[in-house]
């Protein structure tokens, strides 16, 4: 603890003594001939300011107009104004933000140094204010170089050296993990800001300050609506992100009590699973669309849910008693009003409440006649009584499927199924094999992350949920 603090108090030293030096050299080496121009430093010093309020987010930082102004002030009035205009802008970045004083520290150290190595190498490697010399190199492609070699090394190396060595401090994070999660992800954005500030330097020598001028303008319009725009899709991504949690949690409900009946009930997990492969595969043969197919099956999973208000007499029960038949005829509606509850599933909810009507009328809950009952409940009653003959965990010995096959028909003959729908589904057991959804598995056949992404998404009006 002890070596910590004392790290962190000669660093905050060595920033103190480096930020005195480097204000220091600035006034030593400052000329008059750098603040001129009038109109130039007056229009990069408000580009500088402002550009907070045009700055665009990313994930590790935020990429500025500022940026393109202390670019622009190294290159073409020098070390001193641009050291100058970068504790200006520390300044009011911090009193904007309300930093701690390590901070604050940090930041005028950091906005003071880069700048002003910066406009040192320009001045160097360029000569004295190039904007000055209407020469070759000031309006030429080495003139663009030198600018972009300087901006990488001090504003965009120098500054993640400096701020990345306080939050190593400060946090105890690695280096190389900054460079990984701050540097590389901002590179990118920084250095193609870099260039666009490169050309209007270069640009300004040939042309001079209207173009310069006209070109902020545009640049301020542009930054704005891009963080403008990034802004939008945040806040899309948010909401997304919610409806993600909400859908996510109606369907996760519906998926308890479907896990919560096969606590009770071994069989109507599987039965579920097994239904919905079979409702699926069948309305594939009809030739409905994708999501016909996908409500299909979602009401093949969730057809039974109804029966978790049942009392154990009446799950359990081979023969209901005639008092009980109410509840028993009753769960078809709550399993209607469960899954209407999830937006978009009306369609699967409507398959759910109909399907145990029979062709004949005599069904319940609403008697419905022939093609008055939807395509999928028709396709549910089949499939749900198919595998209720079949399958091993019935209370009951399982049918054979041969056997099952004719008591469809025999069903079909008396009214209770639709006959044509019938004669499709056992042409689709002998193609498929007779019992081709017996592995079918709840969890895998719901596909939950899928159904929750799905449902997430905004629909048009006219689009059929899925």
């Keep these: 603890m002890f070596t910590h603090k004392l790290t962190r108090r000669l660093f905050w030293v060595a920033e103190v003594l480096l930020l005195a030096s480097t204000v220091a050299a600035a006034a030593w080496l400052s000329r008059s001939v750098e603040w001129h121009p009038l109109p130039l430093v007056v229009l990069l010093l408000v580009l500088t300011l402002l550009g907070e309020w045009f700055s665009v987010e990313t994930s590790a930082g935020q990429l500025t107009a500022s940026f393109v102004a202390l670019v622009l002030t190294m290159a073409l009035l020098g070390p001193a104004p641009a050291a ?257 509850a999830l937006d978009g599933y009306g369609p699967v909810a409507d398959m759910i409440l109909y399907h145990h009507e029979r062709v004949d009328g005599l069904g319940y809950p609403a008697g419905l006649i022939g093609k008055e009952i939807p395509l999928g409940s028709r396709v549910l009653a089949i499939c749900s009584t198919y595998d209720a003959m079949t399958a091993s965990e019935s209370y009951r010995s399982p049918m054979t499927p041969e056997e099952a096959m004719t008591e469809l028909r025999h069903a079909a003959g008396h009214g209770q199924l639709d006959a044509e729908l019938v004669e499709q589904f056992i042409a689709l057991l002998e193609r498929e094999g007779p019992t081709f959804a017996e592995d079918a598995d709840f969890e895998t056949e719901l596909e939950f992350e899928r159904r929750v992404h799905e449902m997430a998404e905004p629909r048009s009006a006219d689009s059929t949920p899925r």
């Design 84 to 340: 100058a205009f970068g504790l200006a802008l520390a300044t009011l970045h911090s009193v904007v933000r309300r930093r701690p004083p390590a901070q604050w520290l940090n930041n005028l150290t950091t906005f003071a140094v880069a700048p002003f190595v910066g406009g040192l190498i320009v001045r160097a490697l360029a000569g004295d204010t190039p904007h000055h010399v209407n020469s070759q190199l000031a309006q030429g492609f080495v003139f663009g170089l030198i600018v972009l070699g300087a901006l990488t090394a001090s504003l965009i190396g120098l500054n993640f050296v400096l701020f990345a060595l306080d939050v190593c401090i400060e946090e105890g994070r690695p280096l190389r993990r900054l460079f990984r999660e701050l540097f590389l992800p901002l590179l990118p954005g920084q250095l193609a800001t870099g260039m666009l500030a490169t050309i209007l330097a270069v640009a300004y020598t040939s042309v001079g300050l209207p173009m310069l001028f006209g070109a902020v303008a545009v640049l301020l319009i542009l930054q704005y609506l891009t963080a403008a725009l990034l802004r939008s899709e945040d806040r899309a991504e948010q909401l997304e992100a919610r409806s993600r949690q909400l859908v996510g949690l109606q369907l996760g409900v519906l998926r308890t009590l479907v896990r919560a009946l096969g606590m009770r009930d071994k069989r109507s997990g599987h039965h579920a699973a097994a239904v919905a492969r079979y409702a699926k595969a069948l309305a594939m043969d009809l030739g409905c669309s994708e999501e016909e197919l996908d409500a299909v099956h979602a009401a093949g999973l969730l057809h039974e849910i109804g029966k978790f208000t049942w009392p154990d007499r009446v799950l359990h029960a081979e023969v209901v008693k005639d008092e009980d038949m109410a509840v028993v005829k009753n769960h078809p509606q709550e399993g209607a009003i469960l899954v209407g």
